[in-house]
């Protein structure tokens, strides 16, 4: 659409969605040529929109029902999608000795340099996955900010009375 000189807003969740699917029936009404483009994308944004929210139940809806899934949710920062992932990625916590060797297998324990006298732990050693190491950072920076925020939320509830 950039091409056409027609920018677009950003799409979030809610009445954004609807917002976006809007400015692009507008942007159809200028030109016959945008008319069949903007109407095509508006049937892929609309079918895509309800595949994904379709999706995002069915995992929320297996997450629950995982008794395992449901104890890493109760974590802040830690959603379905990685608790699920969690428990796909480890599978059988038993084959580990001790729980600082799932940290191990996700490769997030520091490197390690020995030679000699000198001894020094330098960054993660990033040797398991990335994606779930992706996905696990994001959760911790997440938690992180909830955390932070508690009190501040705490302050707003009692402030409106609840």
Not at 37 to 63: Q, Y
Not at 103 to 110: H, I, K, Q, V
Request: hydrophobic share 40%; net charge positive; charged share 25%.
């Amino acid at each position: 659409m950039k091409i056409f000189g027609i920018r677009m807003i950003g799409v979030n969740k809610g009445r954004l969605r609807q917002g976006f699917r809007d400015q692009l029936a507008a942007a159809g009404e200028t030109d016959p040529v945008l008319e069949t483009i903007a109407d095509a994308f508006i049937l892929i944004h609309e079918t895509l929109c309800a595949d994904a929210g379709a999706l995002d139940k069915e995992i929320l809806c297996v997450a629950r029902k995982s008794t395992l899934c449901r104890r890493l949710m109760t974590n802040p920062g830690i959603g379905s999608i990685v608790g699920l992932s969690v428990i796909a990625h480890v599978y059988d916590a038993n084959r580990f000795r001790k729980t600082a060797d799932i940290g191990a297998f996700l490769g997030l324990t520091p490197w390690r340099h020995r030679s000699g006298e000198i001894d020094y732990s330098g960054r993660i050693s990033k040797c398991g996955d990335v994606q779930m190491r992706g996905l696990l950072f994001e959760a911790d920076w997440f938690g992180q900010a909830v955390l932070a925020n508690k009190d501040l939320g705490c302050k707003a509830c009692r402030s409106q009375g609840f």
